[in-house]
């Protein structure tokens, strides 16, 4: 199922077999090099006590209204995780990040992403400039992650012909036909 991460907020966690309560996703993990969810932070305790644990996307057994876990021993602090320290530190980040063409035309920022519920894979990236927003762009044209951009293959005729080289150029001009003007 392709789920927005801002429908995903706030929905309940909880544990498979007692269906109890154990708090609420409150963030995402996101590999910048794999598209790959690696999991979610979630907000537990009371109103004036709450911290964050973090939930690998492999303990979860069901994904929608609400997100059933096979454990509650799945949440630990984000600490003891090794496998996502990294990613942690890396400042290249998906989420609030700018998004500009190859040829650094910029977007827009990534305020929201889509993923797939199934394979925990990010695909689609929602950009917003100023109050619109833009045209959501799937994961699939994302070339690479920077810790000032995410750089995306752009949908302009000028990105193309940036990738043309003046030889392939001058090869196509002599093909087309002559128009007056």
């Keep these: 199922m392709q789920l927005r991460f801002s429908t995903c907020l706030g929905i309940p966690v909880m544990e498979e077999q007692t269906n109890e309560p154990i708090g609420v996703l409150s963030g995402i993990v996101l590999h910048p090099d794999t ?7 979630v907000r537990t305790g009371g109103l004036f006590s709450s911290f964050s644990l973090f ?10 209204v609400r997100v059933s876990i096979r454990s509650r021993d799945s949440l630990a602090p984000p600490g003891e ?42 695909t689609w990236l929602f950009p917003r ?3 619109r927003w833009g045209d959501p762009i799937p994961a699939t044209d994302i070339l690479r992650v ?12 000028e990105d193309i ?15 087309l036909p002559e128009v007056e003007g």
């Design 129 to 131: 400039r100023f109050l």
């Design 146 to 157: 920077t810790p000032q951009a995410i750089i995306v293959r752009g949908p302009r005729a």
């Design 81 to 122: 995780f090794l496998r996502i320290q990294p990613l942690l530190a890396d400042r290249r980040t998906v989420l609030g990040q700018r998004i500009e063409t190859k040829a650094g035309r910029t977007v827009g920022r990534c305020v929201d992403v889509q993923f797939d519920s199934v394979v925990m894979q990010l």
């Design 35 to 41: 598209g790959k969810v690696e999991g979610f932070f």
């Design 55 to 64: 939930l690998p996307s492999s303990d979860i057994a069901r994904f929608g």
């Design 161 to 175: 012909v940036e990738e043309i080289s003046t030889e392939e150029q001058q090869q196509l001009l002599s093909v």
